[in-house]
């Protein structure tokens, strides 16, 4: 099994939803661009990662969405060095199909109050449902590890709460871990490194805004 010495996570630079929520009225989410400053962002983050991957080989994957391709050309990555797939398992949380901005606030607050893991959109996911289709792809992943030949570097283009519930699923972070973990910025990163105990770990944690209130032992 040639399992890659590094997975990098990085969200979309800053998107036109992420600075007007009204735009989800008029645009469906996974048609929105980013901006003007997200583009920069992109760049910017261009510089560290191919600083990162040098000259070695990266298998990438890019959710299906305007913004994470956008992202995905903006790293300017040697496409000579880089095998890429669209992967629909790597999308945002779905939250309905056309979004009504004052009814999607409401929801979110509901969401706040009721776990962001457990609580499903109308018409939408929830954060389980994330989870569950993130593990699917994470056993896709780690069976293209049987490849002798597989490149020594991973690269998954995609959206915060993904990025969050990958982990969460690669690390075997409880729920209560989860809900208390922040999104990593726009155009952020998060490197898992292999070790020389065989394991993943994490290059930074993600931000935390509270403390985990597990249910039980195993928290």
Known sequence: MA?????????H??????????VYEREPDHALSLTANGRRQVEEAGVRVRELFGDERVSAYVSPYRRTHQTFHLLRLDPARVRVREEPRLREQDWGNWQEREDVRRQK???DAYGHFFYRFAQGESGADVYDRVGA??????????????PPNVLLVTHGLTMRLFCMRWLHWTVAEFEC?????????RVLLLGADGRYHLD????????????????
Do not use: K, Q
């Not at 630079?13 to 009204?22: F, L, R, T």
């Not at 792809?137 to 597989?150: A, C, G, K, T, V």
């Not at 973990?181 to 990163?189: C, I, R, Y």
């Open 3 to 11: 399992r890659p010495r590094r997975i990098v996570l990085i969200r």
């Open 204 to 219: 930074r944690p993600f931000e935390r805004w509270c403390t985990p209130e597990p249910y039980g032992f195993t928290g």
């Open 13 to 22: 630079g800053e998107s036109e939803g992420n600075v007007d929520d009204s």
């Open 109 to 111: 607050a509901r969401r």
């Open 137 to 150: 792809f994470l056993e896709s992943l780690w069976r293209s590890f049987d490849d002798p030949d597989h």
């Open 181 to 189: 973990l922040s999104n990593p910025g726009n155009a952020e990163t």
